[in-house]
Structure formats: C-alpha cells, structure tokens
C-alpha cells in the first residue's frame, strides 16, 4: 500500500498547489510511482500547474460516483512515466463528496502508486476535512507571515482532531514547509525566521523554500519549478522529494544570503 | 546592517503577537472536538429544571491550571 499525504495550509494562496505539483514530480523522479489528486472541487488548478489542463477528461468525482473507471480519469503526465494526475471537479460543488467513496477513491490509488498526495483546498471547511480524513501523513505549507502561520495551527488543529488515523487512536505524521522566504528580510529582521515559526507550530520541518521569481514562469508554461535544476526553489523542492522517499538530505539555511563580490556587485544594480 | 531610524525588529514583534492569538485560538476552538455534543447535553440537563437561552464554554489556563468555564444564560422568568 502506497502512502497518502494531504497538502494542506489553511490560508490560501501560500503556495500549496505548486508545492504539491513539484513535490509529486519530485517523487516520480527519483523512481517512485507516484499520483497527485486535486481536491480543491470547483477551483482546479492543479492541471495548469502541471501543464496538464488540455487533457482532462474524466474528474475525481465522475470516478467516485461510477461514471468513469480511474484508468479512464488518470493522467500521465509527459514530465515523468512515474507520474499521474487526477483533476478536480470544475462544474460540482463541494458537497457532492462524502466519506465512503473518497476512502474507496485513495484505497484504489495507495494499491496502485508508492505515493498518493492530495492538495487540499484552502480553508477549513467540509472539502478540507474530507481531504485529511484518510491520510497517513501531511504537509503543512506557511509562509512566513502571521495570517499563513496563524490559519495553518488552526487546520493542524483540525487534522489532530477528525482524521481518520487520529480516531483510530493513531496518529497523523506532520511535516512543515516554509515557503517564500525572503533570506534578506529574515536577516535584517523584517520577516519571521523559521526558528520562530517552528517555536510556534511545533511541527518537524521538512524543508525551507527561498522565494524564487521562476515560480510565476513556471506556472505561466506548466512547467514545475523543479525542472529547473538551477532555481533556488527548484532546488529546495528537489530535496524535499528526497527526503519524502526516505533520503537523509541535511537541512540547508536558505536564510542565508548568498555571499560573494558577484552578488554584492549584482545587488548594486537591483 | 544600519538602519537610520534604530527601529524595533518587526519580525520579534510578529512572533510576540502569533504566539498570544494562537494560544487563544488553541485554548477556545477546538481544544475539544466533542465540544458541540457536550454544550447540547449540558442544555439538556439544565433544561430539565429551569429555560436555558444560551450556554458558553470556554478552557481556561491560569498559572498552569486548567479549568473548565461554563456560563448558563437562563430565560427570564
């Protein structure tokens, strides 16, 4: 049985569905079966990320209400043989979901892939809950500003609480990504530092990813970040994903600027 | 780095603030996923015996005691 991580972060618009998208490469790349679900029910994204938004023809709901067979609905996706995708439903709304059939849903997949990983929707309600209800682990994804970190401790809240695995009187693995840090800001202390943020959430870290103005080109083309083997955020994915499929990557300090006369030259020009 | 105006690290300031506001959220939300069904059955029970109009239950932590605050609001007579 392939395990399944839920991508959550409670605020919006922090950067899980990118997270997701690279992470899911990421995993595919270094050899492992690997399946991204989009969970956000009448706001997907995933597909554009993933440059995969021209070949959706069957959702994840159509599957769990019969209508198509999950081969039918699952996407290959060009980047990498190891990777599959299953698009959100654009024209549904969220309630159409329930308990059983997304059980039966991410029992199928965890029989075929190493790695089914979920990407949430914002926000804590029912289509949130629904996403965390069966996962074995989750990544939490903040940014380092007090609205993403304060929603973030209240959707772990929920996760400790109506998971599945939690009820059962296990417990839900937790990791943390901050991302869009600005090394700059951290270091003239204008924006939270990670040392700071993991005092609050008490959450293990999983990785730092700087902020990275590739981002937006990766997104514009459909191409994940992580493509980009000479991005810093491409980079800091990279080894995420490694450390996902068990790889001991030691943690390295994004916070700090890069040094050098080069960068102190280039710095004078921006 | 030097800054003109010596001021305050906003960073601290951010971190000062989330850790009071999330305290409070932990302590008021959902400390308790059972919360819902108890208030109902505590409505319950003190309905049996006078009219209840709303009921507040809160965690609260003092000096590392934590007690439990129930507010019964009663219907006028």
């Known amino acids: 049985m392939g395990i399944i991580i839920a991508v959550i972060s409670g605020k919006g618009g922090v950067g899980k569905t990118?997270?997701?998208?690279?992470?899911?490469?990421?995993?595919?790349?270094?050899?492992?079966?690997?399946?991204?679900?989009?969970f956000d029910i009448g706001q997907r994204n995933l597909d554009m990320i993933l440059g995969l938004e021209n070949?959706?023809?069957?959702?994840?709901v159509q599957v769990m209400d019969g209508e198509a067979n999950l081969k039918q609905a699952l996407i290959k996706s060009k980047m990498s043989p190891n990777l599959q995708f299953l698009a959100a439903?654009?024209?549904?709304?969220?309630?159409?979901?329930n308990s059983?059939?997304?059980h039966k849903l991410v029992t199928d997949l965890s029989a075929e892939f190493d790695y089914v990983i979920l990407d949430a929707p914002a926000g804590i309600e029912s289509g949130y809950e629904h996403t965390i209800e069966f996962a074995d682990r989750a990544i939490v994804v903040v940014n380092p500003e007090v609205s993403s970190i304060r929603d973030a401790d209240r959707a772990i809240g929920i996760l400790d609480s109506k998971s599945q695995k939690v009820k059962d009187g296990s417990e839900v693995m937790k990791y943390l990504i901050i991302n869009r840090i600005n090394p700059k800001m951290v270091?003239?202390?204008?924006?939270?530092?990670?040392?700071d943020i993991l005092d609050i959430l008490n959450v293990p870290l999983i990785g730092k990813i700087p902020e990275d103005k590739g981002i937006i080109d990766a997104s514009n083309q459909g191409k994940p970040i992580i493509l980009d083997t000479n991005s810093a955020a491409g980079k800091a994915y990279a080894r995420i994903a490694a450390r996902l499929c068990g790889?001991?990557?030691?943690?390295?300090?994004?916070?700090?600027?890069?040094?050098?006369l080069m960068q102190k030259i280039k710095e004078m020009f921006v | 780095m030097f800054s003109f105006f010596n001021k305050k690290s906003s960073a601290k300031t951010a971190k000062d603030r989330l850790t009071i506001a999330i305290m409070s959220d932990r302590q008021n939300t959902d400390a308790f996923p059972f919360m819902d069904q108890m208030k109902a059955e505590i409505i319950?029970?003190?309905?049996?015996?006078?009219?209840?109009?709303?009921?507040?239950?809160?965690?609260?932590?003092?000096?590392?005691?934590?007690?439990?605050?129930?507010?019964?609001?009663?219907?006028?007579n």
Do not use: H
């Not at chain 1, 997701?20 to 690997?34: F, P, R």
């Not at chain 1, 439903?89 to 979901?97: A, E, G, M």
């Not at chain 2, 109009?53 to 809160?58: F, N, T």
């Open chain 1, 247 to 260: 790889q001991e990557v030691p943690l390295e300090n994004v916070e700090e600027p890069e040094s050098g």
């Open chain 1, 187 to 195: 270091q003239s202390g204008e924006m939270l530092a990670s040392d």
């Open chain 1, 89 to 97: 439903s654009q024209t549904k709304d969220k309630s159409v979901l």
């Open chain 2, 44 to 76: 319950e029970v003190v309905k049996k015996y006078m009219g209840v109009k709303a009921i507040d239950i809160k965690k609260e932590v003092e000096d590392g005691v934590e007690a439990l605050s129930i507010d019964v609001q009663l219907e006028k």
């Open chain 1, 55 to 60: 070949r959706v023809v069957f959702d994840m």
């Open chain 1, 18 to 38: 990118t997270t997701t998208a690279n992470l899911g490469l990421g995993i595919a790349l270094n050899d492992k079966k690997c399946v991204v679900v989009d």
């Open chain 1, 100 to 102: 059983d059939k997304i």
